[in-house]
């Protein structure tokens, strides 16, 4: 019988670039949860707006079924997470176009407002560091994070269901520049 206490694996885990961008994860959930918490906001409330300006910033409609999609929620979260949003006076339901019965949701004035808010600071830092830097660094630092971006977003798919081929397109958002 072996006394030896389990420990990490022979290979060391995940090379350095890796474990940075796990730290950085890391280090933005914490910063979401400041400021959100700050703000009686949730994480999940924080990520629907971000998905309703990402989807507003490209004319597209967002419905509650965007929201259930994008942030893998049941339908009965999607409504208590928009009905928060709602309460709180970020989020409006309307219905519009043809198809009345389709609710669509809009950040309201405070929701930019307060969102603005929340994250001036974090992008000041950001701007900030990135001012070391020059365009062709940040360009291929920008490649750099849409891959690793793909691949997270393609080991979550595998996770969920099985492998997924390399063959099959990637249906995440769009993240260029502009």
Same mark, same amino acid.
């Given at each position: =019988? ?26 933005? !959930? ?8 700050? !703000? ?6 924080? !990520?629907?707006?971000? #998905?309703? =300006? %990402? ?16 942030? !893998? ?20 339901? &309307? ?11 809009? =950040? ?30 940040? &360009? ?7 891959? =690793?971006?793909?691949?997270? #977003? %393609?080991?979550? #798919? ?5 492998? #997924? ?14």
């Amino acid at each position: =019988m072996s006394a030896e206490a389990p420990g990490p694996p022979d290979a060391g885990g995940p090379p350095p670039l890796v474990r940075l961008l796990q730290e950085f994860t890391m280090e933005a !959930n914490r910063y979401v949860d400041s400021a959100g918490g700050r !703000n009686d906001m949730h994480r999940t409330d924080l !990520n629907a707006l971000a #998905v309703i =300006m %990402r989807h507003t910033s490209r004319d597209q409609i967002v419905t509650p079924g965007v929201l259930r999609k994008e942030l !893998n929620l049941s339908s009965p979260a999607t409504t208590a997470l928009i009905d928060r949003l709602h309460s709180s006076g970020h989020v409006i339901r &309307e219905r519009e176009g043809a198809d009345r019965r389709q609710v669509q949701l809009r =950040m309201t004035p405070k929701a930019y407002r307060e969102g603005g808010a929340m994250f001036l600071p974090l992008a000041r830092h950001m701007g900030t560091a990135m001012q070391d830097f020059t365009p062709e660094e940040l &360009e291929i630092v920008t490649r750099f994070m849409n891959s =690793m971006i793909d691949a997270t #977003v %393609r080991a979550g #798919v595998e996770a969920a269901r099985g492998p #997924v081929p390399d063959s099959e397109p990637y249906q995440g958002p769009d993240r260029s520049p502009g």
